[in-house]
């Protein structure tokens, strides 16, 4: 039988377009669940996600969504895939006939399908139930298990206040978001005893109050694992983005002992994409954090720990043993560790630019904003994938959007399916060979000085919003005089240690370093942070899985 939710009824929402299937298929539901969740159904899929984001704006949880395949204006693959993007957690079911079974299979692709169900389902006792209770019993056991919500309590142009916010959303913690202007936030902030003058207010479910909090203690607060549960693993993988999460779902579900250290949130930048449409296997695209959370569960599946909000300062090599210390003097030790610390997006040299960082100015997409962008102006300074992701992402609301980009055109940087997107979106627009000279504002960005590069005319412009996707930059500081790196900070492994044929001098074994070795044994390197790698995700994920490759090699022979 179905078992009561933990915290206010959870949700099982169901959509078909046939008013009479609707009524059975609700009918169904609530004579088998109906004490334990509240039954919501729509009959279009429009409808359907109205409810959703409603629900999603209470706070509500919802468990499981049945939606018929065969729907005018919008069928249900593509409802699902909407869905997902309010509700990752909740499992998907698809209603089909026979003829539609085709269609249900390929959509274990597009939506991560959960199940599909032919239609007629009678007896329900036989064909429904037995279905729903092992999905509903999978959601419990799941991350998206309910549990009451944080509460942040901040001002709109607020640096720290976007950055709390940014981090509970990429790291898939949910949260009510509250301005300290309206009644509801002054409430919370009296209950805290806080006068607003210091923000964010963050309120955990426990009703601990925040003020201010630091990213390793919001992190410990919400629930995120951020103390290794043991001193010594096999493998240690610094870094959270596609290589990271790639290498460690590879190393523990081959029976390594794996942590993986994050100093923010996982997916890297690649987390951050609003639609990612080259990546093997989705046709139909998927958002970066979609795929980033499907990376952490499957990696946490297999056994991987993940601990959030660690900033990893110093590698020693002590014997056999490689030690990663943290910045707050602690330490883990392993057999082998793989670097896969990603790159950062470079800061705008322009005055103006760092003080109003979380003000209207932002790297990369930070789609927690997004919604804010409706109907204004937005540019967007770069001229790679990423830019272009987070342009298409931000039409779909914003007035403009304008793409200033220093090259005299994207072709030499961008992909071309992008282009072509681009070029057909009729708010958005592209701007080449120009810069942005400087940004104005008081408390928030209100202008932005534009400059030529050929003919250095300048032009002030009225802007709001400015999101900044301008190169790479390694995270590897932390690493120097142990690693060897090149001119730009990037990792050198493998090949590129041995240019004229020999290790390098401190190099002690026998054999050459493997291909993704650095210049420590058992120290692999994946992904960006790699000299000469490709800058992509599905480039990331395989060196990922090959430095694991190379980790099982390394233990073998040593």
């Not at 003097?329 to 950062?344: E, K, N, P, R, Y």
């Not at 630019?353 to 919604?371: H, R």
């Not at 928030?444 to 590069?453: A, K």
């Not at 401190?506 to 960006?528: C, K, M, Q, S």
Request: charged share 20%; net charge negative; with cysteine.
């Amino acid at each position: 039988m179905a078992q009561a939710a933990d915290a206010a009824r959870t949700v099982i929402l169901t959509v078909d377009d046939d008013p009479g299937v609707s009524r059975a298929v609700a009918r169904d539901l609530r004579r088998r669940y109906g004490e334990s969740y509240r039954i919501v159904r729509a009959e279009s899929g429009e409808s359907a996600l109205d409810a959703l984001k409603e629900l999603k704006l209470r706070g509500d949880l919802v468990a499981v969504i049945l939606a018929d395949y065969r729907m005018p204006q919008m069928n249900g693959i593509e409802f699902l895939e909407q869905a997902l993007d309010v509700y990752p957690g909740a499992r998907r079911v698809l209603l089909t006939a026979y003829a539609d079974t085709n269609a249900a299979i390929d959509a274990i692709n597009v939506v991560d399908l959960d199940h599909y169900l032919l239609k007629p389902w009678d007896p329900p006792e036989e064909k429904l139930y037995p279905v729903l209770d092992d999905l509903l019993e999978a959601w419990r056991c799941s991350d998206f298990r309910p549990v009451p919500s944080t509460k942040v309590v901040g001002h709109r142009w607020s640096a720290r206040s976007s950055d709390v916010r940014e981090f509970l959303a990429r790291n898939q913690v949910p949260y009510r978001w509250y301005s300290a202007d309206e009644p509801e936030g002054r409430r919370l902030l009296a209950a805290a005893g806080q006068d607003g003058q210091r923000l964010p207010l963050v309120v955990t479910p426990d009703g601990t109050p925040l003020v201010e909090p630091e990213a390793p203690e919001l992190a410990a607060r919400v629930g995120l694992a951020t103390t290794p549960a043991a001193d010594f693993y096999d493998l240690v993988v610094i870094g959270g983005g596609p290589a990271g999460l790639g290498a460690a779902v590879y190393g523990a579900s081959e029976g390594l002992r794996t942590v993986l250290v994050e100093r923010s949130a996982t997916g890297g930048q690649a987390g951050q994409s609003s639609r990612i449409e080259n990546y093997l296997g989705f046709p139909d695209g998927v958002s970066g954090g979609q795929l980033t959370e499907r990376a952490r569960r499957q990696a946490a599946k297999f056994g991987a720990e993940i601990l959030t909000a660690r900033e990893v300062t110093g590698l020693e090599v002590n014997g056999a043993a490689r030690t990663v210390r943290f910045s707050d003097g602690s330490a883990v030790a392993a057999h082998s560790v793989i670097l896969a610390t990603g790159v950062s997006y470079r800061q705008l040299n322009a005055p103006g630019a760092t003080e109003l960082t979380g003000c209207g100015v932002f790297y990369g997409s930070a789609l927690t904003e997004a919604a804010s962008c409706q109907g204004h102006d937005v540019y967007i300074v770069g001229g790679a994938n990423s830019a272009g992701q987070a342009a298409m992402y931000l039409a779909r609301g914003a007035k403009s959007v304008t793409l200033l980009v220093r090259g005299s055109s994207l072709t030499a940087s961008m992909s071309h399916y992008l282009i072509q997107q681009i070029g057909e979106a009729p708010n958005i627009s592209v701007r080449s060979g120009t810069v942005v000279e400087a940004a104005h504002g008081s408390e928030h960005l209100e202008q932005l000085t534009l400059r030529d590069v050929e003919t250095g005319r300048s032009e002030l412009v009225d802007a709001q919003w400015m999101f900044v996707f301008i190169g790479a930059a390694p995270r590897t500081d932390w690493l120097d005089g142990t690693v060897l790196r090149d001119e730009h900070g990037f990792i050198l492994a493998g090949p590129d240690l041995t240019p004229d044929g020999r290790p390098p001098a401190d190099w002690e074994l026998d054999r050459p370093p493997y291909h993704l070795e650095t210049n420590i044994p058992g120290v692999f390197v994946a992904g960006d942070a790699r000299a000469e790698s490709a800058k992509r995700v599905a480039s990331a994920v395989g060196e990922g899985a090959m430095a694991v490759m190379l980790v099982h090699r390394y233990l073998e022979q040593s």
